[in-house]
């Protein structure tokens, strides 16, 4: 899962997206409006955490850019006053949720997980897909009931695809969704991923389609 932060507190910024990438979340930073508008609009973010008060472009004009121009990634505003004509304004230009500053990060965690979770069409934070479970609060993943050790990058694969149940994934988009903008991609490495997490939870548990990707299904579990 990959998540955008927009915030002009340089500070700020770095404690978000040492907290989100600690909780397991592939992070970009931009530290004004603009920037924050351009990757919005040109990378795929599972989140954005958008401050509102921020250089350049406004993170309610940001907004309401972005949804104008159809992209409908959950946005948590961080509003800094407690102001509620800023929360109104953030909502009907197309918020999903709030913060006000200053915040515990464990709720902005919180928030987000929760986020993500309903835009995936998922309402409890455990997800099944036959014998594998996967906590979305600790990232726990279980097999049958016994834990399962995973590496940070098959996590983040497993974590999408556990969003994305009974969808064909391709290697590309889970590229862009595990790694971040400065990162050389090579999707090729999408595979050796697969590899070990066919390894540790079953060859059967994650399919792929020849040419289109990979998916994960409940259905499709080993027999
Ligand atoms: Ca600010």
New binding site residues.
């Given amino acids: 899962m990959r998540v955008l932060i927009v ?3 340089i500070e700020l910024a770095k404690q978000i997206g040492k907290a989100l990438q600690e909780a397991g979340y592939t992070i970009d930073i931009a530290n004004d409006g603009e920037e924050g508008e351009f990757l919005g609009t040109t990378e795929p973010y599972d989140a954005v955490v958008l ?1 509102l ?2 250089p350049k472009v406004d993170g309610l004009t940001v907004l309401e850019r972005w949804r104008t121009q159809g992209k409908t990634m959950p946005v948590l505003i961080l509003t ?1 006053r407690e102001t509620w004509s800023e929360k109104v304004s953030g909502f009907d230009k197309g918020a999903d949720d709030y913060v006000t500053k200053p915040f515990n990060m464990e709720e902005l965690l919180a928030r987000l997980r929760a986020l993500i979770r309903r835009s995936a069409g998922l309402a409890k934070p455990l997800i099944d897909c036959g014998p594998i479970q996967f906590d979305t609060r600790s990232g726990k993943v279980t097999l049958d009931g016994m834990p399962v050790t995973l590496t940070a990058n098959e996590l983040k694969v497993l974590s999408y695809l556990m969003h994305h149940l009974d969808r064909v994934v391709s290697r590309t988009e889970l590229t862009e969704h595990i790694y971040d903008q400065d990162f050389d991609r090579d999707s090729n490495t999408i595979e050796v991923f697969i590899g070990r997490l066919r390894k540790k939870l079953g060859f059967g548990a994650i399919k792929t389609h020849r040419g289109r990707g990979y998916s994960l299904s409940p259905s499709e579990k080993e027999t």
Avoid: K, P, Q
């Fill in positions: 915030e002009d507190e401050d008060g921020l800094a």
